[in-house]
Structures are given as C-alpha cells and as structure tokens.
C-alpha cells in the first residue's frame, strides 16, 4: 500500500495515511480530508450540536472555527484533544462498551507552521 502525506483542510495537520484511507476520509466529508480530531469534532457536532447541523454546515462550521485563532496549530491540536478526551471520558463511565475503531498510518504525522513532530 502507498502511504501518501495529507493535509487537514481545517486545522493544516499533515499526516501519513494509506489512499484508500484518505478515499474514505474525503468520500465521508465532501471530498474535504479531515484528520481524526477534526473529523471526530464534526461527527460531534452533528450527533451532539445545540443547533440540529447536517455533516456539510457542521463541516463548515468548524473549518470556520479553525481560521479563527492565530496560534500553531499543534497547540490547536492539543487543546482539542483535552476537550475532546474530556468529553469521552464523561462517555466511558456511563457506557462502558465504547467499540469504535479507526485505521490510519502511525508511522508519521507532522503540522503545518515550520513546527513538526514525528510519532514513532
């Protein structure tokens, strides 16, 4: 399989990820390619918004969300993990069989800004 490097539409990280992954990506958000914390945050937003969105609005929605603050996008990132990590864990404790499972290369995952970082 070819690994290709992609880069998220919302927020500018840039991963490592198989074609038919970034396929899948792009085929469950309008051709745009979401990284998995963006993507989570949309599936939220429509399953959970104050206001009922569709996928497309609540994908705009958030792209919007991303443009607006100014800082590195690794601190983005970090910070929506905490929110998103913070919410899950509310999950976890009242439904203890949370199954979901996602595919996506480990191998690499760097951010825009001149700032990297590499999993290994």
């Given at each position: 399989m070819e690994i290709e490097l992609v880069k998220c539409e919302c927020c500018?990280?840039?991963e490592d990820c198989t074609?038919?992954?970034?396929?899948?990506?792009?085929?469950?958000?309008?051709?745009?390619?979401l990284?998995?914390?963006c993507s989570e945050a949309v599936?939220?937003?429509?399953?959970?918004?104050?206001k009922p969105y569709g996928?497309?609005?609540a994908v705009k929605a958030h792209m919007s969300f991303c443009r607006?603050?100014?800082?590195?996008?690794?601190?983005?990132?970090?910070?929506?993990?905490?929110?998103?990590?913070?919410r899950r864990?509310?999950?976890?404790?009242?439904?203890?069989?949370?199954?979901?499972?996602?595919?996506?290369?480990?191998s690499t995952s760097q951010v825009?800004?001149?700032s990297s970082f590499h999993l290994y």
């Open positions: 500018g990280l840039k074609q038919d992954y970034i396929s899948e990506v792009k085929a469950k958000f309008d051709g745009k390619w990284c998995g914390l599936r939220d937003e429509v399953n959970r918004g104050k996928l497309e609005e607006k603050f100014k800082s590195n996008p690794a601190v983005r990132v970090a910070d929506g993990m905490r929110q998103m990590l913070r864990s509310g999950e976890m404790s009242s439904s203890p069989s949370s199954s979901k499972k996602y595919t996506r290369s480990g825009g800004d001149d």
